[in-house]
């Protein structure tokens, strides 16, 4: 009668979720979806024109990579400074694709000696590399946001 007693009481414990609402199950099931989702990547990358949207997910990542690299660094080199001591330092330019597929500028690396020898560098980057589209990346079917860098090298020898 103990063990008829005692399996009764388990089986009442386990079967709790019967007694759910529809609304609380449903809940449930989000929550646990949510959770099993890779927040910090992406399905897709955003891609420039002269990429295959078709490709696999790494091949778009090198190639929006090797895109913005092209268009940041004709952007750079039409620009020309004065210094009075040599540079050979390194910049870091953090962008976002929004989920529109707006590039923006959000901080350039401040690094005071630089700073000090080129005034007015962090206007003429975000001048020269304004107005930039592409596809936005791509989670599970909707457009998001996406942040990335690049490291920017100044050496004036």
Not at 3 to 22: D, G, P, T, Y
Not at 74 to 103: C, M, P, R, W, Y
Request: glycine share 2%; net charge negative; aromatic share 8%.
């Amino acid at each position: 009668m103990r063990k008829f007693l005692f399996f009764s009481c388990v089986a009442l414990l386990a079967s709790c979720e019967l007694f759910m609402s529809k609304e609380d199950q449903t809940q449930k099931l989000v929550d646990d979806e949510l959770l099993s989702i890779d927040w910090n990547d992406v399905d897709k990358y955003p891609l420039f024109e002269a990429c295959d949207e078709m490709a696999p997910k790494e091949i778009q990542r090198d190639c929006f990579q090797a895109e913005m690299l092209q268009i940041a660094s004709q952007a750079l080199d039409s620009l020309s400074f004065e210094v009075q001591n040599d540079l050979n330092d390194t910049i870091v330019i953090e962008f976002k694709v929004d989920e529109h597929g707006f590039i923006t500028i959000e901080q350039i690396g401040d690094n005071s000696q630089v700073l000090e020898e080129i005034e007015g560098l962090n206007d003429q980057i975000r001048s020269k590399l304004k107005d930039l589209t592409v596809a936005p990346a791509i989670k599970r079917g909707s457009p998001v946001s996406m942040r990335f860098r690049i490291p920017v090298i100044l050496n004036t020898n």
